[in-house]
């Protein structure tokens, strides 16, 4: 059974941290590209930062880039967000995704989204 389970939101004043995690389990974790994406109310669902799984290369959204870090962890099946310098226009549900194009079996999944707020 494949979970994605997503932790670590909550409310923030502006200015401040966040650290979101993702626990993933029931595939193959380290053989596919690890993201996060948001939504925020009333918006299309939006990347906000991948990173691969062999180089561990990472790319950005440009409104994140230089205060969103995504890091993994393929022993703990595990992908971090680090997310500092938080904006109000930071505040959505943080969903989790985990994808393999290039192999057969593909696969796409999801996590169940964690909520971060920031306001003051």
């Known amino acids: 059974q494949v979970q994605l389970v997503e932790s670590g939101g909550g409310l923030v004043q502006p200015g401040g941290s966040l650290r979101l995690s993702c626990a993933s389990s029931?595939?193959?974790?380290?053989?596919?590209?690890m993201s996060w994406y948001r939504q925020a109310p009333g918006k299309e669902r939006e990347l906000v930062a991948t990173i691969t799984s062999l180089t561990g290369s990472t790319t950005y959204a440009d409104s994140v880039k230089g205060r969103f870090t995504i890091s993994r962890d393929n022993a703990k099946n595990t992908v971090l967000l680090q997310m500092n310098s938080l904006k109000p226009e930071d505040t959505a549900v943080y969903y989790c995704?985990?994808?393999?194009?290039?192999?057969?079996?593909?696969?796409?999944?999801w996590g169940q989204g964690t909520q971060v707020t920031v306001s003051s």
């Open positions: 029931g595939f193959t974790f380290n053989s596919g590209a």
């Open positions: 995704n985990a994808r393999r194009k290039n192999v057969i079996p593909t696969y796409d999944y």
